[in-house]
């Protein structure tokens, strides 16, 4: 048996997040993991050929480098080896069917000038110096409890900010969806063209409730951080923290399942892990979903039926894809301007990403997916040989268990086995090929990871879903991860539930776990 004061279950970004700021706050920290290797959806593989270094999973770190944790963590990851690149210049684009381009620079006033309305450009900068404005209590709501007086202080920021009309004004965005929010507010196609597919990145579609918030908030999070990628690849980040943690002699249990979580007398103290019990005096907090901490994790009766039967119904998001693709030099897109864009969306706007979006829901292949296009190379040429280059492709509106194809052509009766695979990734790289046309003759070798593989390597991937549950308003913000249960502390005292799960939600932020350490630290202080 060994005792520390907290044991952190689980690794992705949350789990590290949380073990490294107890740590450095003096807490005897034991982190426990079920994966041989710690990260989560945060590794970098040669998948394809030797010397090409592939982000498997997540890649861009815009909302870490732009939270409280790389503030806090900035200087000690730095130690550990932990760098950045990143680019000044152009961040983005999208192109659709027809060829239209639509880009971002990291200049908001440039990215505005390729708006052909005026008043479109005036209300773009209008909208980001507004968040500019508002970005004191609007961080606030972002990272920090919503169920406790701090709501009421950000609250009350706003109100000082914007009035009334402001603070009716900010609530009226969340009900609104991306389409309706670019309808109202620009009258080009621009705006709706480039933003409305990074939607997708923050787990909704363009008619869900939330887009009309998360669409400044998210051109603001471009022209403020870019799209920063981890030197090396994203390995690097979790070699980091590995590293960081062992400094601050924080034992780590890779390959060990946590199967129950120990409760003595309405208390957490600790978890199993392999053939040993590891006792936490303080607080165990954890990086699972509803549906594992309430259904299988906690012995029957810890908590009310209520609790439990909304974990029970905690719905999970469509499922993803990602297609890792070795090249032997750079596309030659038919708009030269893509060539130097670290991300490329191929879609058409709210119209194909919403048609798409909708398909994937019904269980359907979408015949004209959004496809998510990173060329890392741009930015941190050492992933691929010289002269040499890769594309990293996402795809977010993908079905768990494909029920048809839109387009008539794909058996999906078997699921996702080597015929479908093949057959989908034809499809997506047909789509680049329209716009690059000598992809084909510069494809070296592809890699697939399918829905079912995410889920086989994330135990909180429920159905393939990256996101850690559905992001749409009532499962969001005062309801994640539970109406009943909405906040990080739970009815287990000394249990803290972390993750996607959780507020703020997905992303490589880490701000549950910082939540959590944060409030914790502030306790002892407090005591002390």
């Known amino acids: ?44 593989e040669e998948r394809t050929l030797p010397g090409y270094l592939h982000d498997t999973y997540s890649s861009w770190h815009p909302l870490f480098l732009a939270g409280p944790v790389f503030a806090r963590l900035r200087q000690p990851l730095a130690e550990h080896g932990l760098q950045y690149r990143n680019t000044e210049g152009w961040l983005c684009a999208s192109v659709a069917d027809d060829g239209r381009v639509t880009a971002a620079h990291r200049d908001p006033v440039v990215t505005a000038d390729g708006f052909a309305v005026a008043a479109d450009r005036t209300a773009y900068l209008a909208s980001l110096r507004r968040l500019g404005d508002n970005i004191g209590p609007i961080s606030g709501l972002m990272s920090s409890e919503l169920r406790s007086p701090t709501l009421l202080r950000h609250v009350a920021g706003l109100l000082r900010i914007g009035g009334r009309a402001g603070l009716e004004s900010w609530l009226r965005s969340i009900v609104t969806s991306g389409r309706g929010y670019v309808r109202a507010n620009f009258r080009g196609h621009e705006v709706d063209h480039l933003l409305t597919p990074w939607l997708l990145h923050a787990g909704l579609s363009p008619d869900h409730a939330g887009g009309g918030f998360m669409v400044p908030l998210l051109a603001a999070t471009l022209h403020g951080y870019g799209t920063p990628v981890v030197a090396g ?17 924080v034992p780590i249990e890779t390959g060990t399942p946590v199967e129950r979580i120990l409760v003595e007398r309405g208390r957490a103290v600790g978890v199993p892990a392999g053939n040993r019990v590891i006792r936490a005096r303080r607080a165990v907090p954890a990086s699972v979903t509803p549906t594992a901490l309430y259904g299988s994790l906690l012995p029957q009766g810890t908590v009310n039926a209520r609790v439990r039967e909304e974990a029970h119904r905690f719905r999970y998001g469509r499922a993803a894809m990602q297609i890792h693709v070795a090249l032997s030099a750079p596309l030659g897109w038919r708009d030269e301007r893509l060539g130097t864009m670290p991300i490329v969306h191929l879609s058409d706007g709210a119209a194909s990403t919403g048609i798409a979006r ?23 040429p050492v992933r691929v040989p010289p002269g040499r280059a890769a594309l990293w492709l996402q795809l977010q509106e993908i079905p768990y268990a494909p029920r048809g194809d839109v387009a008539g052509v794909l ?24 716009h690059a046309p000598d992809l084909r003759a510069k494809v070296l070798a592809v890699d ?16 393939g879903d990256p996101y850690g549950g559905c992001a749409e ?19 287990v005292r000394g249990l803290w539930h972390i993750g996607a799960a959780t507020h703020p939600g997905s992303g490589l932020g880490g701000g549950s776990g910082h939540m959590v350490a944060t409030r914790l630290t502030r306790r002892q202080a407090r005591r002390r």
């Open 233 to 249: 690849g994203a390995g690097r980040f979790v070699e980091a923290f590995r590293s960081l943690l062992d400094t601050l002699t």
């Open 411 to 434: 058996d999906v009766g078997q699921g996702w086995e080597e015929d479908l695979v093949r057959g989908y990734a034809d499809r997506i790289l047909d789509r680049i090929a329209v």
């Open 1 to 44: 048996m060994t005792t520390v004061d907290a044991v952190v279950v689980g690794s992705r970004v949350n789990g590290p997040v949380a073990a490294a700021e107890l740590a450095l706050a003096g807490w005897s920290v034991a982190l426990v993991e079920r994966n041989r290797d710690l990260g989560g959806f945060i590794a970098t």
């Open 448 to 463: 697939v990871v399918t829905p079912t593989q995410l889920a086989e390597h994330n135990p909180n991937a429920v159905d």
């Open 473 to 491: 308003l009532h499962q969001s913000f005062l309801w994640r991860p539970l109406p009943s249960s909405g906040r990080h502390a739970t009815a």
């Open 358 to 380: 909708a398909e994937a829901e019904a269980g359907l292949l979408p015949a004209r997916p959004t496809v998510v296009v990173g060329q890392q190379f741009l930015l941190d």
